[in-house]
């Protein structure tokens, strides 16, 4: 496949991606307990997911690192790998309830999650952070390349301007934040800050919401050390799993405090406080 930059209903896409796969993943037809994680780039998604594996089919999957396959435990819809897609390699998944992972916003999401109510964890994180991690992401992954910016400031710009994969970090986060608030039940609100601050109780709360038995303080405890940084990057980048294309990254909370250009906290904040207003949700995210 040519990798291409292209834009769809709005939505700017860079990459291992065509208009026939986004489509595909917005028309998708799931299963009754498919659970989805619905999040922007670099925002926490390859932990949740990693988290939800461990919660879902045991945490020896997570120990097996020999023969662990993410491709085989949560399938990326959207993507294209050669013939494949991740739709096609979703409905090759034989664990129940399976997981789903999407970064399409609203407008291309799984329109399932709306009229179907599917359980769907969506995954906030301080967008100064995200697109922080974004930059490297687009200069370490070999999918993606060809089409990052030279410097931190212009893929900043590009952010800004809704020009980089997936589009418009705001007009990703403002929906979604307004659909998951009117649909609590089958819905649930991670922030990466808040799963880094507090492991424990956001655990509980994934319980809760997937009607999944409590684990043992212990056993969170397992969890959360199996789901570290060095503990994932480890098990993920292998052959079988994402080598060399930086998938997991630093892993740390409020990192552009100390390397974000302060011109760019400015603007930020801004078109942050323009797309929320007064919500208490911007405390989150400046």
């Known amino acids: ?7 769809y209903d709005g939505v700017w896409f860079d990459g291992p991606y065509s208009k026939e796969s986004v489509l595909a993943t917005k028309n998708f037809q799931g299963l009754s307990d ?3 994680v619905s999040t922007f780039p670099r925002s926490g998604t390859t932990w949740v997911q990693n988290i939800l594996i461990g919660m879902l089919y045991g945490l020896d999957v997570l120990e097996n690192n020999e023969n662990f ?20 390699l979703a409905n090759q998944m034989v664990r129940r309830p399976r ?12 329109q399932e999650i709306f009229s179907l109510k599917r359980k769907n964890v969506v995954v906030f994180r301080s967008p100064k952070d995200a697109l922080l991690s974004f930059h490297e992401f687009y200069h370490k992954n070999t999918f993606i390349r060809d089409f990052a910016s030279p410097t931190l400031g212009e893929f900043l710009d590009r952010s ?7 589009g418009s970090w705001w ?18 609100m991670i922030h990466y800050e808040d799963l880094k601050e507090d492991f424990a109780k956001e655990i509980r709360r994934l319980e809760s919401f997937l009607n999944l038995s409590p684990m043992t303080s212990e056993t969170i405890d397992r969890l959360q050390a199996l789901t570290s940084v060095e503990s994932m990057r480890e098990r993920l980048d292998t052959e079988k799993n994402y080598k060399g294309m930086g998938v997991v990254n630093k892993g740390e909370a409020n990192r552009w405090k100390t390397e974000f250009p302060p011109e760019y906290v400015e603007k930020f904040d801004a078109l ?7 919500d208490d949700i911007v405390a989150k995210f400046i």
């Not at 496949?1 to 292209?6: D, G, I, P, Y």
């Not at 997981?99 to 799984?110: D, F, G, M, R, V």
């Not at 942050?272 to 007064?278: A, L, N, V």
């Open 69 to 88: 396959e993410m491709n085989k435990l949560t399938a990326y819809l959207e993507i294209t790998l050669g013939e494949i897609t991740g739709c096609d």
């Open 99 to 110: 997981l789903l992972k999407s970064h399409q916003p609203t407008n291309l999401a799984p």
């Open 171 to 188: 007009l990703w986060a403002k929906p979604w934040l307004d659909f998951c608030r009117a649909n609590p039940d089958t819905n649930l």
């Open 1 to 7: 496949m040519q990798l291409q930059s292209f834009v």
């Open 34 to 36: 498919d659970i989805y």
């Open 160 to 166: 800004l301007a809704g020009q980089v994969l997936n």
């Open 272 to 278: 942050t406080r323009e797309t929320f207003g007064d």
